[in-house]
């Protein structure tokens, strides 16, 4: 992680400075704001990354000398079989459309939006995927 955090760190340093470049070369609010938010982002990145890698354990990211294969092993559970986040892409792609056409379409996204949030957040909680 601390890896990941140095790059972050580093990205942030150079939009911090091309948003103070462009900020005085154009005089253009909207994009100098949005590169100095971009610059926010990178930081709290870098500063998450950073701040968690002195809590746990040095992956084989960190390490120098280590192998592809000292990264093997369960890295997380996933899901084989959620139909969930096709509810949600279908809700969030209604809610995008709605932004451009019209706001009504809002109607119509929000249910299928949360639907998708409820089943995927309860979804090993009942049925035949229940865990005991």
Request: some cysteine; glycine content about 14%; proline content about 4%.
């Amino acid at each position: 992680m601390r890896e990941q955090g140095k790059i972050f760190a580093g990205f942030a340093v150079f939009v911090l400075g091309m948003a103070i470049w462009y900020g005085i070369w154009s005089k253009d609010p909207t994009g100098t704001t949005c590169l100095f938010l971009a610059f926010a982002l990178g930081s709290f990145i870098a500063f998450y990354l950073l701040f968690t890698a002195k809590r746990v354990d040095t992956g084989a990211g960190d390490n120098p000398q280590a192998e592809v294969s000292d990264d093997a092993g369960v890295q997380g559970f996933f899901s084989p079989h959620s139909w969930q986040p096709l509810a949600l892409g279908l809700g969030g792609t209604l809610a995008f459309l709605g932004v451009i056409f019209g706001w009504w379409l809002m109607m119509f996204a929000m249910p299928v939006i949360l639907m998708g949030l409820f089943g995927w957040t309860f979804e090993y909680y009942r049925g035949e995927n229940q865990t005991q």
